[in-house]
């Protein structure tokens, strides 16, 4: 696939940029590894979705305010990040595929974050949660490449499936039947990532959120499991 199957503005969601670094080494041998012997937009974008949903682990934990903490190459660097990163990671590996992609983000209320994680947010509102948007058959179509699958069986929740045609957003509601998570505000897309505006809002937001960092050191994934198993047995 190439730029040129796509109009002249389509460019900016092809090429590399600061954060979306599709020109970074890793990522391009990512990606291509990914998508080698894939044939057809749909089915390169799943090859390229469930990996980075389920092998970089979903962590809001130790997020600063740092430049190169949000960059793709980043994330597949370290295997694990929050929602906007695995995004940004998600939009870099489509660029390396030829898929046009960009950033879309929106305000939701996260009913089944870990006590732990709303004591220090403050609030259960969740500000910029971040999703990928592929250009697939002819129209953009949102992937939410966030929570991997091992982290959904500690909370209960269905993962959340792609498959190239249908909007992939959070489903409001987990196995038991209660709420999961519900959008509040849609923020809109961009074609790169608005590191000022969105770290500006999450310290006005999230004033327990000291100099850009939240709950360094604390593991998410062992915090679900725990109260799960408490929530079980009670």
């Known amino acids: 696939m190439t730029a040129s199957r796509y109009p002249a503005d389509f460019d900016r969601f092809l090429t590399p940029t600061a954060f979306i670094d599709s020109d970074h080494a890793d990522v391009r041998d990512y990606a291509s590894d990914l998508v080698r012997g894939v044939e057809g937009d749909i089915d390169r974008s799943l090859a390229l979705f469930y990996p980075i ?5 979903y962590s809001p934990y130790g997020i600063q305010a740092e430049h190169e903490m949000m ?9 694990k990040g929050f929602c906007v990163q695995k995004a940004v990671l998600l939009a870099a590996a489509a660029r390396v595929a030829g898929i046009p992609s960009r950033l879309g983000f929106a305000d939701v209320r996260n009913h089944l974050a ?6 220090l947010m403050e609030t ?10 592929l250009y697939l058959e002819g129209k953009w179509v949102k992937a939410t490449p966030a929570f991997n699958i091992a982290l959904c069986e500690k909370f209960g929740v269905v993962p959340l499936d792609f498959d190239g045609r249908n909007d992939s957003i959070f489903q409001p509601y987990d196995r038991s039947g209660r709420r999961h998570m519900e959008y509040v505000r849609d923020r809109g897309w961009y074609a790169d990532l608005p590191f000022d505006e ?12 000291p100099d850009g960092e939240l709950g360094k050191d604390k593991d998410f994934h062992a915090e679900a499991e725990q109260e799960n198993r408490a929530s079980s047995t009670t």
């Open 53 to 57: 949903r389920d092998d970089v682990l």
């Open 124 to 133: 259960d509102l969740f500000i910029w949660h971040g999703f990928t948007e």
């Open 114 to 119: 870990t006590k732990r994680m709303l004591a």
């Open 71 to 79: 960059t793709a190459s980043y994330t597949l660097e370290v295997k």
């Open 198 to 209: 969105i770290f500006d809002d999450f310290a006005a937001t999230y004033p327990a959120w």
